[in-house]
């Protein structure tokens, strides 16, 4: 069976009350959620938390959720909005602040060089950009998908990926051999 | 693909987790269940101070009329709340396990 058929089957099942068939499709995406949220926040524990936030919010609105349309993608929507909530009150936090910040100095300095390069200009990222890059380069979605994932206009959405991957690039000290 | 974006790849890979999680599922899962099962607790909660409410109010005119038929209701109604609660207790009994066979 497609795995697009397998979820469509999965959703059905959910929207109809099966919890044994959610549990099946947060087996299934919780690697694309997990991964995507590391690299737009930056911090692993927060995104594990926020992953499983995630997932609490889907369950009832599965309901909602139209027959064909993408599973990660709508998981990745709902994981980015509670990203944004979860940066808000953070800023608001600046005690909670520092200790993300010396979580992440910490788990720096086990990284290598390059890892390191590279999570210092994801950071730099705008938040946009940054979830645009982390879907598109890092997680093999399309553009589409992204821009319905993040409901941003597909335009942005490319011209996000392109800097951010000139950004990228060049922290890294790499060339574009594409261009 | 390009070699820089090999790279890149590589780099990001770095922070994927494992396809197959069950620890993480199973956390997700048991979240949800209790946040059901406080819903439903809020869910009875409110029911039944509805019913105690609704009690209260038509007391005035549920108590003489009880008062008057008491005598001869007394074993009968014994009887009921008897069956009742062996309802409710093999009821919930029965609906276990369903529900673990299932």
Known sequence: ?179 | MTLAEDRLKALFAQDEPSARDPAFSTAVMERLARRRWLQDLAFLGALSGLGGLALWAAWPVLQPALAAVSGELAPAAFGLAVALSAVAMLGGQVFHAQSAES
């Open chain 1, 1 to 179: 069976m497609k795995v697009e058929g397998l979820d469509e089957m999965l959703v059905a099942a959910a929207q109809a009350g099966s919890s044994q068939a959610f549990s099946r499709l947060v087996d299934r995406h919780q690697q694309a959620v997990r991964a995507f949220l590391r690299r737009a926040c930056g911090d692993w524990a927060m995104a594990d938390d926020l992953a499983q936030e995630t997932f609490l919010a889907a369950w009832p609105r599965i309901g909602r959720l139209k027959a064909g349309a993408s599973v990660r993608a709508w998981l990745c929507g709902i994981a980015y909005r509670k990203h944004l909530t979860a940066r808000r009150s953070a800023a608001r936090s600046r005690v909670r602040d520092e200790a993300w910040q010396a979580d992440s100095e910490a788990t720096r300095d086990a990284a290598p060089a390059d890892k390191i390069a590279l999570d210092r200009a994801m950071a730099a990222l705008p938040p946009d950009q940054r979830a645009c890059v982390a879907l598109c380069l890092a997680g093999d979605f399309s553009h589409a998908e992204a821009a319905e994932a993040l409901d941003l206009p597909l335009g942005t959405v490319k011209s996000h990926v392109a800097r951010g991957r000139a950004r990228l690039f060049a922290a890294l000290g790499v060339e574009d051999d594409a261009c």
